[in-house]
């Protein structure tokens, strides 16, 4: 008896559907395919493999300085993984592998994942106008305002309103007033993103959490819960959980062979410049090696990379106090770093990347 596994067998039927339909499937067959060369850990299991760093050709005499590095800065976990298997996962400052941390706003990466998921199964489309899932009166805006504002503008951070506010976590509608066109202004609004969470619940009829967990965390063997802070709701988890969650990207949405997010054209769309207005940012995800920058709560336009020390081609979910989750696609790598503050606080990215590229540079390069 034969025995074919479930991995060629996929393969397989695209291969067979590029033959006997056009060209465009085979295409978009390829595109899903993901990278094979990549390793899984398995679901449900806290089996990971490991690749022994003297089999790498990094630099050795580097790792402990590194890890002298991110103890010093108040890390609590920190995970490289090459070709999906653990080169390196350090614990400190308390922490232990099953210690569960926030990851702030790296977590919006999360959220961006989900709306993806939705449109891809029919539930909604980000060019529609948010209020379509919100229902009318979401906002302090007057109806053709508010009319204007699409789904897309929540994941892209140009939904024009107010973020001149005492508390840009309010997500109230006395606190969403009117200040540009909607798509005119880059700022990092975090109540304009999290109502992209009601956006979910209001599209697929069922609450955020229970869609994001059966569709996006039990799939890849996640562990994590959001949790409510004021209007804020940040994603808790281990180090491990977000590793597969880079992992996953680093696929192109893809989990071993299983689609997680099969639309790739809006996974290109989310990992790449959004818009012209900070040419680093997707649809919440940050960009390294584009032309210029703009930083949370800033609103002038710097020119050059956003962390210069980083590959071009990197992209990070990037969280307070600096919750980091690096993804470099042509180098095969996922970096993971939780924990307190590393310097002075701030939301998103902070000169600790730049720093911590230095470091990890001396290790891989």
Known sequence: MIVIKHSILIKMKRFILCLLLNIGVCIHAIAQSGNNDLYFPPINSDEWKTLDISATSWNTLALQPLLDYVESKGTKAFMILKDGKIVVEW???GANQQTVLPWYSAGKTLVAFTVGIAQNEGFLDIHSPSNKYLGAGWSNLNKTQEDSITVRHHLTMTTGLDF?????????????????????FWYYHNAAYTKLQAIVTGAVNQKFEDYFDSKLQDKIGMNGEWKLLGFARPFYSDARSMARF????????????????EDIAYFNEMTNTSQELNKSYGYLWWLNGKESFKLPVLKRVFPGKLIPNAPEDMIAGLGKNDQKLYLVPSQKIVIVRLGDKAKKERFGPSSFDNELWGKINALIN
């Open 164 to 184: 001149e506010v005492v508390n840009k976590n309010c997500t109230l509608p006395k606190c969403l007033n009117y200040k540009n066109s909607a798509g005119t």
């Open 246 to 261: 880079g992992l996953l990207n680093l696929n192109k949405g893809i989990w071993e062979d299983t689609p997680i997010l």
């Open 91 to 93: 614990y400190g400052n």
